[in-house]
C-alpha cells in the first residue's frame, strides 16, 4: 500500500519537528468504541503523535453516536484547554455549536472524516466517500457479469457519509440496465442490525445476488445472514477493516472501500501540530478512492496498530 511505508528524510523531518516545541497536547474526538474504523483513526493519531512529540487524549462517547456526551466531551475539554483539537463530529449538524464554542476558546481544531455543517477550523482531513462508493459498487457489478438483483444496506440516514455513498452506489448501478434494486434499507452501520435487515429482505426476495454494505461492519452482517440461511450473494462493504481483509482472503466478502480511517488519523494530528508550529498546512485534504480485493489485499494485511504513518506531504504528492 503506498501510504504504509516512511523514509528515512521524511523520518528526520518528523524528529527535528518534534523539537520545536514540548508538552503540546491534541485532544481526539471520535464518535464511538465499537467501530472498527474510529479504532483506526485513534491508532493513528497516537502513531503520529509519538512520532512527532505530542501528548493525545482521546474523547468517546461511552454510548455510540451519543450527541449530548459528545456535547459534554467538548464543555470538558474547553475547560483544559489543549493545544489543538482533531475532531469527528457525532453529528455534523448537531455538533456545530460546540466547534463555535471551540471556536470562541481560541482553540485551533481539524476537522476530520465528517465534515461539520459550520464552525472554523485548521482544515478538512477526509475520503471522497462518493469516489469510494461507486468504485466498490462498479467492483460487485462487474463481478456480477452486469446482471442480477442487488440489495443496498444504508448506514445512518442524514449522515454526510452514508448519502455520499449510497450517491455512488446508485450512480454505479445506472452504468448497469441489466442489474435491478431490489431495495435499499438502513441498518445504521450496526452488524447486528445489517444481519436483521439481511434476514428479513431475503424472506422477501428469493433471489439476491449481490449486496452493497455503506460499511464493514454491515457487510459482514449481511454474510452472517446469508450463511445461516444457507444461500450466497456476492458481498461489498467500505472501511478496509482487518476483518474485512480477513474475509476477502477467506472468499467471502468480495471486496471492501478503502476509507483509511488510519491515515486520517495520522493527518490530522500531523496538521494539528504543524498549524502549531507555524509551518504549512492545506484547507483540505481528500484522500483518493481505492478498493480492496484479491489482487490487493496483502498491502493490507499489516495491522493498524503496526503500520507507521505517511507524512503529509507523502499523502498529499499526485
Known amino acids: 500500500m503506498r501510504y504504509l511505508a516512511i523514509g528515512l528524510t521524511a523520518a528526520v523531518m518528523f524528529a527535528a519537528g518534534a523539537g520545536l516545541a514540548a508538552n503540546e497536547t491534541i485532544a481526539v474526538f471520535t464518535k464511538n468504541l465499537t467501530n472498527p474504523y474510529f479504532q483506526a483513526v485513534r491508532v493513528g493519531a497516537e502513531a503520529a503523535a509519538k512520532t512527532l512529540g505530542v501528548k493525545v487524549d482521546q474523547y468517546i462517547p461511552t454510548k455510540p453516536d451519543s450527541i449530548p456526551e459528545q456535547l459534554s466531551q467538548v464543555e470538558d475539554v474547553i475547560v483544559k484547554k489543549p493545544d489543538a483539537i482533531v475532531f469527528i463530529p457525532v453529528d455534523y449538524k448537531a455538533l456545530v455549536p460546540a466547534v463555535e464554542k471551540i471556536n470562541a476558546a481560541g482553540i485551533p481544531v481539524v476537522n476530520i472524516t465528517d465534515r461539520s455543517a459550520g464552525g472554523d477550523f485548521v482544515s478538512f482531513v477526509g475520503a471522497d466517500d462518493y469516489g469510494i462508493g461507486l468504485a466498490t459498487a462498479t467492483d460487485l457489478l462487474k463481478a456480477m457479469g452486469g446482471k442480477g438483483n442487488v440489495i443496498i444496506l444504508e448506514g445512518v ?45 431475503m424472506q422477501s426476495f428469493p433471489t439476491i445476488d449481490g ?49 483509511n480511517g488510519f491515515i486520517q488519523g495520522c493527518i490530522g494530528v500531523e496538521i494539528a501540530v504543524r498549524n502549531l508550529r507555524k509551518q504549512p498546512t492545506p484547507r483540505e485534504l481528500i484522500l483518493k478512492p481505492a478498493v480492496i480485493d484479491t489482487t490487493n489485499f496483502s498491502s493490507y494485511e499489516t495491522p493498524v496498530e503496526a503500520r507507521t504513518c505517511p507524512t503529509l506531504d507523502q499523502v498529499a504528492s499526485p
Open 157 to 201: 440516514k442524514g449522515a454526510l457519509s452514508n448519502t455520499d455513498r449510497v450517491r455512488g452506489f446508485n450512480d454505479a448501478l445506472k452504468e448497469f440496465p441489466n442489474v435491478k434494486l431490489l431495495a435499499s434499507q438502513p441498518a445504521n452501520y450496526q452488524r447486528l442490525q445489517a444481519l436483521q435487515v439481511m434476514e428479513n429482505l
Open 211 to 259: 449486496v452493497m454494505a455503506a460499511n464493514d461492519p454491515m457487510a459482514v452482517g449481511a454474510i452472517e445472514a446469508l450463511e445461516g440461511a444457507n444461500r450466497k450473494a456476492l458481498v461489498v462493504g467500505i472501511n478496509g477493516s482487518k476483518e474485512a481483509v480477513e474475509l476477502i482472503k477467506s472468499g467471502k466478502l468480495l471486496a471492501s472501500g478503502d476509507f
